[in-house]
């Protein structure tokens, strides 16, 4: 009871931890995977964006043997679909029974390959190895000093290639003896790493706090012990970073945590992710994420933490009871950029309706659609009447198309018009300025010859259609006298824009000619001698106008 009583009382006291680059609500519901196959990746989205959940995080891992900017972008596409945030861990290659260590020389390698991928949102979240306080994961021998010399290299040059990478160093086994060469200590290894790295080299170059959180001694303890090597073990590790003089509120990505079920079962383990999930885990301020160890391993070491069952699309209880957690919509930053394929015109004729066609590039990290709660709107002084068509599914770097129905006033004037891209109503892209002038109405006299004796009429009409073949304007039952039909207050057309106008009269047949409207010149349509051809009066020449004709 002395135990949960003091974890309470220290997460009611703990500050909130989240830096400005974690802004916006955080689903902190997270897994680690292996390998990222389609199924896992599925399997994943569902498990931690359950009810109506979105944007959970998901740790992966990437050697430096397989730096396949193809491969992996399509794992980011992936993720991009599934509304999972990448948490990339950075690692070397197998060599004997371990794992080689990572060097200096080798820095420009990764930021050459990761800066190659189009992230799926705005910070690039990436942990610098793993538990190199282990012989084992740092070619045979624990070397705490050179780590932090290669982790610092690595956090320069990322930082320098784009300040978005989000820095994390590796993850400690907390459970870890001092017998150098082979094992240190969490604490020791921690603090030969900052006798290294300066406090304000870190704090300039790191941003968070990757923490391996595990129940021991034998992955097996009480969620309810504190301290080292407890699942809020990442507790002790920020104690100590203050002690070092950390002053920068880190927030935690605990990217390794969970139960064996060997020694508990599989409910027990279910009902202890379940109580530290509300317990701790949630309502900790500091914490960013949490992904546990491992969705699914079919084998040995990782066997009995995997949460998928042996030869079996199954899951073992612990996957339903985080399931069925409720869960929050994520709303990660996204770098979103716009660049429109089209131009709008700029001298709009008052009181009248438009309807563009809108085609533009999607330059961004998101997938704009409406069902996403993207949307385009106006950003203009001026309060204007439109309407945008909803987004479809664009996804970065493909072309889309939306319909923006716009209402000039019938007041003239000049105004400046921006279209704003929207994200559940956050303006995250903004596109060139388009500057109207609203002009008067348009005239147009229309000029025309008939094979008759009278070069007169009363039922002319006259449709107008834009470059994209829509009816902007028409006039029915116009009268025509010498020749010359004269339409006045044309509505719907903007000036320097080719019209095709069509004159149509009941037996005759259409003719068609193309206008440039323009304001300092009489607006003029001429139009071939129309034929008398039409007998049944369909609008076309056609057999069946020979056998009226007969």
Same mark, same amino acid.
């Given at each position: 009871?002395?135990?949960?009583?003091?974890?309470?009382?220290?997460?009611?006291?703990?500050?909130?931890?989240?830096?400005?680059?974690?802004?916006?609500?955080?689903?902190?519901?997270?897994?680690?995977?292996?390998?990222?196959?389609?199924?896992?990746?599925?399997?994943?989205?569902?498990?931690?964006?359950?009810?109506?959940?979105?944007?959970?995080?998901?740790?992966?891992?990437?050697?430096?043997?397989?730096?396949?900017?193809?491969?992996?972008?399509?794992?980011?596409?992936?993720?991009?679909?599934?509304?999972?945030?990448?948490?990339?861990?950075?690692?070397?290659?197998?060599?004997?029974?371990?794992?080689?260590?990572?060097?200096?020389?080798?820095?420009?390698?990764?930021?050459?390959?990761?800066?190659?991928?189009?992230?799926?949102?705005?910070?690039?979240?990436? $942990?610098?190895?793993?538990? +190199?306080?282990?012989? !084992? %994961?740092? &070619?045979?021998?624990?070397?705490? @000093?050179?780590?932090?010399? #290669?982790?610092?290299?690595?956090?320069?040059?990322?930082?320098?290639?784009?300040?978005?990478?989000?820095?994390?160093?590796?993850?400690?086994?907390?459970?870890?003896?001092?017998?150098?060469?082979?094992?240190?200590?969490?604490?020791?290894?921690?603090?030969?790493?900052?006798?290294?790295?300066?406090?304000?080299?870190?704090?300039?170059?790191?941003?968070?706090?990757?923490?391996?959180?595990?129940?021991?001694?034998?992955?097996?303890?009480?969620?309810?012990?504190?301290?080292?090597?407890?699942?809020?073990?990442?507790?002790?590790?920020?104690?100590?970073?203050?002690?070092?003089? $950390?002053?920068?509120?880190? +927030?935690?990505?605990? !990217? %390794?945590? &969970?139960?064996?079920?060997?020694? @508990?079962?599989?409910?027990? #383990?279910?009902?202890?992710?379940?109580?530290?999930?509300?317990?701790?885990?949630?309502?900790?301020?500091?914490?960013?994420?949490?992904?546990?160890?491992?969705?699914?391993?079919?084998?040995?070491?990782?066997?009995?933490?995997?949460?998928?069952?042996?030869?079996?699309?199954?899951?073992?209880?612990?996957?339903?009871?985080?399931?069925?957690?409720?869960?929050?919509?994520?709303?990660?930053?996204?770098?979103?950029?716009?660049?429109?394929?089209?131009?709008?015109?700029?001298?709009?004729?008052?009181?009248?309706?438009?309807?563009?066609?809108?085609?533009?590039?999607?330059?961004?990290?998101?997938?704009?659609?409406?069902?996403?709660?993207?949307?385009?709107?106006?950003?203009?002084?001026?309060?204007?009447?439109?309407?945008?068509?909803?987004?479809?599914?664009?996804?970065?770097?493909?072309?889309?198309?939306?319909?923006?129905?716009?209402?000039?006033?019938?007041?003239?004037?000049?105004?400046?018009?921006?279209?704003?891209?929207?994200?559940?109503?956050?303006?995250?892209?903004?596109?060139?300025?388009?500057?109207?002038?609203?002009?008067?109405?348009?005239?147009?006299?229309?000029?025309?010859?008939?094979?008759?004796?009278?070069?007169?009429?009363?039922?002319?009409?006259?449709?107008?259609?834009?470059?994209?073949?829509?009816?902007?304007?028409?006039?029915?039952?116009?009268?025509?006298?010498?020749?010359?039909?004269?339409?006045?207050?044309?509505?719907?057309?903007?000036?320097?824009?080719?019209?095709?106008?069509?004159?149509?009269?009941?037996?005759?047949?259409?003719?068609?000619?193309?206008?440039?409207?323009?304001?300092?010149?009489?607006?003029?349509?001429?139009?071939?001698?129309?034929?008398?051809?039409?007998?049944?009066?369909?609008?076309?020449?056609?057999?069946?106008?020979?056998?009226?004709?007969?």
């Amino acid at each position: 009871m002395k135990k949960i009583c003091f974890l309470i009382l220290f997460l009611l006291l703990a500050k909130s931890a989240m830096a400005s680059t974690l802004s916006g609500a955080n689903n902190k519901f997270g897994m680690h995977v292996a390998v990222p196959h389609e199924d896992d990746l599925a399997a994943v989205a569902k498990l931690v964006n359950s009810h109506n959940g979105q944007w959970g995080y998901i740790t992966l891992v990437i050697q430096d043997n397989d730096l396949d900017t193809h491969k992996w972008q399509k794992v980011f596409d992936s993720l991009r679909e599934h509304k999972l945030i990448p948490i990339v861990r950075l690692a070397t290659s197998p060599e004997g029974e371990n794992w080689q260590a990572a060097k200096r020389e080798d820095s420009q390698k990764w930021v050459n390959f990761l800066n190659s991928l189009h992230w799926v949102i705005k910070n690039r979240y990436v $942990v610098l190895f793993n538990e +190199p306080n282990h012989a !084992t %994961e740092w &070619g045979g021998a624990v070397n705490a @000093l050179e780590y932090a010399k #290669v982790a610092l290299k690595f956090a320069k040059d990322l930082k320098k290639s784009n300040p978005d990478y989000f820095i994390m160093l590796a993850g400690l086994d907390q459970a870890a003896p001092e017998q150098l060469p082979k094992y240190q200590s969490a604490p020791e290894f921690t603090k030969t790493v900052f006798g290294e790295i300066n406090t304000r080299d870190f704090e300039k170059y790191f941003n968070g706090w990757c923490s391996h959180s595990y129940p021991n001694p034998g992955f097996s303890a009480s969620p309810q012990n504190t301290g080292w090597g407890s699942i809020a073990g990442y507790t002790a590790e920020l104690e100590l970073l203050k002690t070092i003089g $950390v002053n920068k509120q880190l +927030p935690v990505f605990i !990217t %390794e945590t &969970g139960w064996t079920r060997q020694n @508990l079962g599989e409910e027990l #383990v279910a009902k202890y992710l379940v109580w530290v999930y509300n317990n701790v885990w949630l309502p900790d301020t500091r914490i960013a994420a949490v992904t546990p160890f491992i969705l699914n391993y079919q084998s040995e070491p990782f066997l009995d933490f995997s949460w998928q069952k042996p030869a079996s699309s199954q899951f073992y209880p612990q996957y339903k009871a985080i399931y069925d957690l409720k869960k929050i919509k994520g709303q990660p930053a996204k770098n979103e950029k716009i660049t429109f394929l089209n131009f709008l015109p700029k001298n709009l004729v008052q009181d009248s309706t438009f309807i563009f066609k809108l085609k533009f590039l999607n330059l961004g990290q998101g997938i704009w659609d409406a069902k996403n709660s993207y949307q385009f709107k106006l950003i203009s002084q001026t309060k204007y009447n439109y309407r945008f068509g909803k987004l479809e599914n664009v996804k970065p770097f493909d072309s889309g198309e939306v319909v923006l129905k716009f209402c000039t006033p019938k007041a003239l004037g000049k105004s400046q018009i921006k279209i704003g891209l929207y994200d559940n109503d956050r303006l995250v892209a903004v596109s060139k300025t388009w500057p109207i002038i609203i002009k008067p109405l348009q005239s147009l006299q229309i000029n025309y010859r008939l094979l008759s004796w009278q070069n007169t009429g009363q039922d002319f009409q006259v449709n107008i259609f834009d470059k994209a073949e829509q009816l902007v304007f028409t006039a029915k039952k116009q009268k025509g006298e010498k020749g010359k039909i004269n339409l006045k207050f044309i509505r719907n057309v903007a000036l320097g824009e080719k019209y095709r106008v069509v004159l149509l009269k009941p037996g005759y047949l259409p003719r068609q000619t193309f206008v440039v409207f323009k304001e300092e010149e009489p607006n003029i349509a001429k139009f071939r001698i129309m034929l008398p051809f039409d007998f049944n009066k369909d609008g076309k020449l056609a057999l069946s106008d020979l056998v009226f004709w007969r």
